[in-house]
């Protein structure tokens, strides 16, 4: 019965969320391939150090937040979010062979930024164009799927990267050469697959920044806003993942098998917890994610055997799929539907900094105490976001 439900809900869910779900798969797989090995090829052949790597994770994933607001406003003001998501998805693309070219860790530091400014100007429009084609009963399993796509990306990459580090005998850059044909696949497949809704371009516009437009933004999106911001401090760049799971000996070649655990949890989670999301308490599945990242933060920071690294790393990738869908939901939830690019812009400037502060906290903490330390600093936040979404859920304003 629960089988059928869910198929009569995937066929209900819109073509244009399954396009850009493939989009995002295939520029994930891209992305991927060259992520699960970039700490590595930093520590070990340009030589930089964990503090180092914290702070090219932090700028660029920060980057990537904070770009989104300009972008997400912008779709507001024009209402041509395609355009937009197609300038960012080739602008990704075309930052991928800079990597296969880096010789310093100052080259992968730009070519990391400009790559996440591509995200960044991609995100907030896609994520709007979600919420636009979509019925608001189907919304959570659309994120969710389009997250558990997106996430199959993130599995299969670094799934690829192994088997060619395998074969070509830790040939780092020649992975980061071939990592560059899914990212222009994704811009083939969004400019001739999506068709934007023509309604969106004929609506009066109006400045999304204008005061009256910002008061419209209420309590209840500003309260999600502040959870997701905490979530970004506790869980900090994955790359500190990466170089956990090195700790324990691990090959470098057999070190992104660990991210495809992690992303193969994701992915199966993130669709069936997005579809949950739609008929039950969006509090509770926030705190039963925060519960999951404490687990996993104090199962990481414990010891660096592998069998206990991935298990923390399978928690990890379990709370990532209970969580993201439903934050992105719950933004399209609380937000005008005239200012959604704006409120997932907002979201994820907070998010952004938060993400920035948390890598740079976690790899202080790496280079003077230890990777252990790093892991309770996050348990440490994600205690402090459980408290604050257990207060918030008694009262009756929180679905």
């Not at 991928?96 to 990391?112: C, D, E, T």
Request: no cysteine.
């Amino acid at each position: 019965m629960g089988n059928k439900k869910e198929r009569s809900t995937l066929s209900r869910i819109p073509a244009g969320v399954w396009v850009l779900g493939f989009v995002s798969m295939t520029m994930d797989i891209s992305s991927e391939m060259i992520h699960s090995l970039l700490p590595l090829f930093m520590v070990s052949s340009l030589g930089a150090s964990a503090m180092t790597v914290g702070l090219i994770e932090g700028l660029a994933e920060s980057t990537a937040l904070i770009v989104k607001i300009f972008s997400g406003v912008l779709s507001d003001a024009i209402g041509k979010r395609k355009e937009l998501a197609l300038l960012g998805y080739a602008l990704g693309a075309l930052t991928k062979p800079v990597f296969a070219m880096a010789s310093s860790a100052g080259v992968v530091l730009a070519a990391r930024v400009l790559d996440r400014v591509g995200k960044g100007v991609r995100g907030a429009p896609r994520d709007a164009l979600v919420a636009d084609i979509t019925p608001p009963q189907l919304r959570g399993a659309a994120f969710g799927l389009r997250q558990s796509l997106d996430t199959v990306g993130a599995f299969v990459g670094p799934l690829l990267a192994a088997g060619l580090m395998l074969l070509w005998s830790d040939n780092f850059r020649a992975v980061f050469w071939i990592a560059v044909i899914p990212g222009l696949l994704a811009v083939a497949l969004l400019f001739f697959g999506l068709h934007e809704p023509p309604h969106l371009r004929d609506e009066a516009r109006t400045n999304p920044l204008q005061r009256a437009n910002l008061l419209r933004l209420d309590s209840s999106y500003w309260w999600v806003v502040g959870i997701g911001a905490l979530f970004a401090l506790a869980r900090f760049s994955e790359a500190f993942l990466v170089l956990r799971i090195q700790q324990g000996g691990v090959p470098f070649a057999l070190v992104p098998l660990v991210i495809v655990a992690m992303n193969l949890v994701y992915a199966s989670s993130a669709y069936p917890f997005g579809h949950l999301s739609d008929r039950v308490s969006h509090s509770r599945l926030l705190m039963l994610g925060l519960m999951v990242l404490f687990a996993a933060d104090l199962i990481l920071a414990y010891d660096d055997h592998w069998t206990v690294v991935l298990g923390g790393i399978l928690l990890w990738g379990l709370h990532m799929g209970i969580t993201q869908g439903l934050l992105a939901a719950m933004v399209a939830d609380t937000a005008p539907a005239d200012l959604r690019g704006t409120a997932y812009g907002f979201f994820n400037l907070i998010s952004g900094v938060a993400m920035l502060l948390a890598s740079l906290i976690a790899g202080f903490l790496w280079d003077r105490f230890g990777a252990a330390q790093a892991f309770y600093a996050g348990a440490a936040f994600s205690a402090i976001a459980l408290l604050g979404v257990t207060v918030h859920s008694r009262r009756p304003t929180l679905s």
